[in-house]
């Protein structure tokens, strides 16, 4: 018995040896960020498409509440909307005081608290992409026939594994609402591949404008940017944050991002945390780490 099993154990190192280095470097990302999240009190999900080809994923399966991750979908379909309607990111759209929810994160309404103005459909969507505002977020959902309408474009680009349901406010009046939001990892880092590898409007601007604007978010510091920083690589990301579930767990705490190397190689990653019993520190921290490992193998492939 000790025989054999010393002949199979050659046998998996032989065929561990044989095969392409490249492959075997694919399998250790992925171990070591399996490694990263199995002992975390937390259902993570993560995944990576490195230079539009390889993709490497962890606990792909699981449905994970997008929370403000899904304003990214909803600024595709808002440039959907305009480019099908020969309408300019400089389109105004009016804004009132009852369109101001308290009680919910909107740098928009801390400016504005009276309404009453006019705002251009690009300026909103800074707010909801750079600022991850709620309000402006809402406003967006109304002008383009709500969340349905987003979830029926990002289905014509071929993404399957996701839906876009509730609005902000929904998910404010119920926590619960928060998992109708949600998304499989990879597809994630697939729409975001789509926005920075293919032309998805016949006005290339607006495509321009999302990836430019997403460059300059300003949320989340301590995920998917911070082993980045001093790097040289430019990464366009959004962030997601929910409260505490009934159980005291963070429905879910998200980056997605692209991430542009100086030697001109790319990668998109997607790393979802949902229902986490861990501190916020701690979650994001995972998200940090499982961006500086997939860094780091970049590094090793030049």
């Known amino acids: 018995m000790k025989r054999t099993s010393g002949i199979i154990l050659s046998l998996l190192l032989f065929l561990s040896l044989s095969l392409p280095a490249q492959e075997r470097d694919r ?25 539009g080809t390889d993709t490497v994923t962890v606990n792909d ?22 480019d099908r309607n020969g309408l300019p990111l400089s389109t105004p759209l009016p804004i009132r005081e009852s369109d101001l929810l308290p009680d919910t994160y909107s740098p928009l309404r801390d400016a504005y608290p009276q309404g009453g103005i006019e705002m251009s459909i690009g300026e909103l969507l800074v707010y909801t992409l750079q600022l991850s505002d709620n309000n402006a ?22 993404i ?18 928060c998992y109708r939001n949600w998304s499989h990892p990879l597809d994630a880092a697939r729409l975001l591949e789509m926005l920075i590898t293919r032309p998805l409007f016949r006005d ?5 404008f999302i990836i430019r604007t997403m460059t300059g ?16 690589a430019v990464i366009g990301h959004k962030t997601g944050s929910g409260d505490r579930n ?18 001109g190689r790319h990668y998109t990653i997607a790393v ?31």
């Open 217 to 232: 978010c300003n949320t989340g510091p301590e995920r998917l940017p911070k082993p980045l920083a001093a790097t040289g």
């Open 246 to 263: 009934s159980t005291g767990a963070l429905i879910g705490t998200n980056d997605i991002g692209f991430v542009q190397l100086p030697d």
């Open 137 to 158: 977020c809402d406003l967006l959902f109304r002008y383009i026939g709500g969340p349905t309408a987003a979830d029926r474009y990002i289905r014509t680009l071929g």
């Open 27 to 51: 399998t250790e990302l992925e171990q070591a960020l399996r490694t990263l999240v199995e002992r975390k009190r937390a259902e993570t999900g993560i995944a990576v498409i490195l230079n």
């Open 272 to 302: 979802f945390v949902k229902d986490s019993q861990e501190s916020l520190q701690e979650t994001e921290r995972i998200i940090a780490e499982a961006s500086d490992i997939v860094y780091r193998y970049m590094e090793r492939q030049e």
């Open 160 to 177: 399957e594994g996701f839906a876009v349901e509730a609005t902000e406010e929904e998910m404010h009046r119920d926590l619960t609402a």
């Open 204 to 208: 290339a601007s607006l495509q321009e």
């Open 61 to 82: 399966a699981g449905r994970y509440p997008m929370m403000s991750v899904f304003k990214f979908h909803q600024a595709l379909a808002v440039a959907d909307f305009l």
